[in-house]
């Protein structure tokens, strides 16, 4: 069983922001510097009627997936805001919000990152 540590908050918000920049800036090394060996991304496809998880492990699917979905692209805004009551990431396409993310720690090390993809699901609060 993993046990998740959890940082404290300014720890915590200033670990999601040097995560966003990495992703964004598109600096895979950087990004997997900052991933556990055996992180996991958790993406939630948001439908509630049909869920689909789907997940990928190690740094290597890790860090692709994360620069494919943050990496600069026209029209994309990823913005620092709380989510589920914790420093997290806000995904705006073209002014409107299409994903919510958490990361947690394990130490100073990514351990988990969750998404949750349902533009409905955000415009009424920022869970995951």
Request: hydrophobic share 50%; aromatic share 4%; charged share 20%.
């Amino acid at each position: 069983m993993k046990i998740t540590a959890w940082l404290p908050r300014p720890l915590h918000h200033r670990a999601v922001r040097d995560f966003r920049s990495a992703a964004v800036s598109r600096d895979a090394a950087r990004l997997e510097s900052m991933l556990a060996p055996d992180v996991a991304v958790v993406v939630d496809g948001g439908d509630d009627e049909q869920p689909a998880l789907r997940m990928v492990t190690g740094t290597f699917d890790a860090v692709a997936l994360l620069l494919h979905g943050l990496g600069r692209k026209p029209g994309l805004d990823v913005v620092e805001r709380q989510v589920n009551g914790q420093s997290g990431l806000l995904l705006i396409a073209d002014g409107e919000p299409t994903a919510a993310m958490t990361i947690d720690f394990a130490g100073a090390l990514v351990s988990v990152v969750w998404i949750r993809l349902h533009p409905l699901a955000l415009r009424h609060g920022l869970t995951v």
